[in-house]
């Protein structure tokens, strides 16, 4: 029992010796080795953006401004664009050289709902032969020149030897070129002349014409001899629509039969 004893307490003190002398040795090991990963565990997923970005809106497309420019010029420099600019119509403009873009829809900076813009271009006034009219009476004269696209004024009158009536001069001349729907200025014979010449015979006295209606002012002029010519219209707070508030010549006047006489008339409320 003794021996067991002591055999005992020999191992317990060579345990203890052991473990003392090899104590450091094992805590330098662990410090080389570091500290054990710890068990993986399940992969969380990465976070998700509950709305998705929605992707940009494009910029409005705006028209550019295109008056002014010349129509051939503007389609090329905008084609590239995908803008299509179509000739809406033409109008006559002697201030700009034909071609030009005088106006356009949508306007210059509007919004453009498709890519094509209307456009209205000038263009060049169309000339007319001016028939010669000297020599015959103020009615055929003006009847041939309305026919021919031009517009005829009330006929100046000048003492002469020829008939009352009888065109004397005309301005623009005969044969030269002027711009349909222009003017052409007739002197006419007329009062002047001698008493009892022919130049003096065969006037007639325009009639007084304000505050009659259009209508009963055309009839007056007609039995008179003489004929309508522009008509136009004027606010009046007083006359009522389609009256004659003034007349050219005035009346009283003597002048040629056939010659016209201009009018402006009250517009209608």
């Known amino acids: 029992m003794q021996d067991y004893l002591k055999m005992f307490l020999i191992a317990l003190v060579t345990s203890v010796a052991v473990l003392f002398s090899l104590g450091p040795f094992m805590m330098k090991m662990q410090a080389v080795e570091g500290p054990r990963p710890q068990a993986e565990g399940p992969t969380q997923p990465a976070a998700v953006d509950p709305q998705p970005q929605q992707p940009a809106a494009p910029a409005q497309l705006t028209a550019p401004n295109l008056q002014g420019l010349d129509l051939r010029e503007a389609r090329d420099r905008w084609r590239e664009g995908g803008i299509v600019i179509i000739e809406d119509s033409q109008r006559i403009d002697a201030t700009v050289e034909a071609g030009t873009i005088l106006s356009q829809s949508p306007a210059g900076g509007a919004p453009l709902q498709t890519k094509e813009i209307r456009v209205v271009v000038a263009a060049a006034p169309e000339l007319v032969t001016v028939p010669s009219v000297i020599g015959k009476s103020a009615t055929t004269a003006t009847e041939a020149l309305v026919k021919a696209g031009f517009e005829v004024p009330a006929p100046e009158t000048e003492a002469s030897s020829e008939a009352a009536g009888v065109v004397l001069r005309q301005e623009p001349n005969a044969g030269s070129k002027s711009e349909?729907?222009?003017?052409?200025?007739?002197?006419?014979?007329?009062?002047?002349?001698?008493?009892?010449?022919?130049?003096?015979?065969?006037?007639?006295?325009?009639?007084?014409?304000?505050?009659?209606?259009?209508?009963?002012?055309?009839?007056?002029?007609?039995?008179?001899?003489?004929?309508?010519?522009?008509?136009?219209?004027?606010?009046?707070?007083?006359?009522g629509g389609g009256r004659v508030l003034s007349q050219s010549p005035d009346a009283g006047s003597k002048v040629a039969p056939g010659t016209a006489v201009d009018l402006v008339i009250v517009a209608p409320n």
């Open 180 to 239: 349909k729907g222009s003017l052409v200025h007739l002197v006419v014979a007329g009062d002047g002349g001698a008493e009892g010449s022919p130049a003096s015979e065969g006037l007639i006295e325009v009639p007084k014409l304000r505050n009659q209606a259009i209508g009963s002012a055309r009839k007056k002029l007609e039995s008179a001899g003489l004929s309508v010519g522009s008509v136009r219209e004027r606010e009046d707070p007083e006359l």
